[in-house]
């Protein structure tokens, strides 16, 4: 029986190799965006490969909490049950800015904004036989430390890596308190490090540095491969709220397995909401 998938920044990297490998397998997927000609490109590279793929693309903004929710509204008429929801995109940014709502643009973007939209399709989720939700994470979330001061101030950062690597660690966090609030549905919610990967995370770093980065990283289809059993596999079902590399649980900071600073970021989010 086909799915409903929804995937946040599916148009390159390893979400377009998560869009190829499940229409591949028969599922329904809208990949979502901020560049929907992108987009819309990805979609219609993987037709070009797959007749049979059922696939398109919509715009999402993530920075914009108004935006987020004409998408969901939008999405819901289109997918009124997401048998799997994935929350993939991500940014690194060179120097760190701010979102016109005044939040930090890689928290911002990376953890508030799939925060608001996983509530906002939350009851979709759950109306599936077996929901699940992956969220994309880095083992980056191993040097994050959560500072609430920094969400809208982002000076209270030295470096533009320790706020990638604090929105890396928030995404653990979501993980691990959504999935404690979901327990005994049926929803299931995991993360994974898909490892160093040669994707568009990295445009903004500087040439000859991402030049170096290039060397060392993997594939997207590598990178996409944890996902896709997560979404995919009978076996991944038995899971929840656990953080995977290589199709196996794997071992996070001490902060990334910290369940009251989970609720306490639980709490400090939905007070932006």
């Known amino acids: 029986m086909s799915r409903n998938v929804l995937i946040t920044g599916g148009n390159s990297g390893i979400g377009k190799e998560m869009a190829r490998a499940l229409a591949a397998n028969g599922d329904r997927i809208i990949i979502a965006s901020t560049d929907v000609s992108k987009s819309q490109a990805a979609a219609d590279e993987i037709k070009a490969e797959n007749a049979d793929a059922q696939i398109e693309a919509m715009a999402l903004n993530l920075a914009d909490f108004g935006a987020i929710d004409s998408f969901a509204s939008e999405l819901l008429q289109r997918m009124p049950v997401i048998d799997v929801l ?16 005044g939040l930090e643009a890689m928290i911002g973007i990376m953890h508030f904004g799939h925060f608001r939209l996983t509530n906002k399709l939350l009851d979709a989720v759950k109306a599936a036989d077996q929901g699940r939700i992956v969220v994309t994470g880095s083992v980056a979330h191993k040097l994050g430390k959560l500072k609430p001061e920094s969400f809208d101030n982002p000076s209270k950062h030295l470096l533009a890596f320790a706020g990638y690597a604090q929105a890396k660690l928030a995404n653990l966090l979501f993980t691990r308190e959504l999935a404690r609030r979901l327990e005994g549905s049926n929803v299931v919610v995991n993360a994974f490090h898909p490892g160093a990967v040669a994707t568009g ?19 997207s289809e590598q990178g996409a491969d944890t996902a896709v059993w997560l979404a995919n596999a009978p076996e991944a079902a038995k899971f929840n709220g656990e953080y995977f590399t290589n199709r196996k649980i794997a071992s996070s900071s001490a902060a990334g397995r910290d369940m009251a600073l989970a609720k306490q970021l639980w709490e400090t989010t939905e007070k932006r909401m």
Not at 87 to 97: C, D, F, K, Q, V
Not at 201 to 219: C, D, N
């Open 86 to 101: 994935i929350l993939n995109a991500g940014l690194y940014t060179n120097g760190l800015r701010k979102l016109d709502n």
């Open 201 to 219: 995370i990295w445009r903004e770093l500087p040439g000859p540095l991402r030049a170096i980065i290039m060397k060392f990283l993997v594939t």
